[in-house]
Nanobody
Framework: QVQLVESGGGLVQAGGSLRLSCLAS????????MGWFRQAPGKEREFVAA????????YYASSVKGRFTISRDNTKKTVYLQMNSLKPDDTAVYYC???????????????????WGQGTQVTVSS
């Protein structure tokens, strides 16, 4: 069955770094756009970053641009989120998601995605 399994979350001080990974199985990973979203307590789930199936196109929320980098390795069926210069406002559960659309991909819209992982907690202390 389809699975997306996130890892790499944890507790880090402000200014630190973390690298999240999301391992996919049960679908043709190389044909799916991948995204990262996050949800803080009491807040809506929000878009963080996305990468096209080929890896040639990447997209970022303005709040993380210049600090976070999304990448993928289709041979390992894994998408990554490198997070640098972390801030307390980055504290949230981070989810990876997969979208199989070939046209009209709304990479920043959660409802556009077909599959979701269970999430990994990132906590940034001040």
């Amino acid at each position: 069955q389809v699975q997306l399994v996130e890892s790499g979350g944890g507790l880090v001080q402000a200014g630190g770094s973390l690298r999240l990974s999301c391992l996919a199985s049960g679908f043709t990973f190389s044909m799916y756009g991948m995204g990262w979203f996050r949800q803080a307590p009491g807040k809506e789930r929000e878009f963080v970053a996305a990468i096209s199936w080929s890896g040639l196109s990447t997209y970022y929320a303005s709040s993380v641009k210049g600090r976070f980098t999304i990448s993928r390795d289709n041979t390992k069926k894994t998408v990554y989120l490198q997070m640098n210069s972390l801030k307390p406002d980055d504290t949230a559960v981070y989810y990876c998601a997969a979208d199989g659309r070939k046209t009209g991909w709304r990479y920043d819209v959660a409802q556009s995605y077909d599959y979701w992982g269970q999430g990994t907690q990132v906590t940034v202390s001040s």
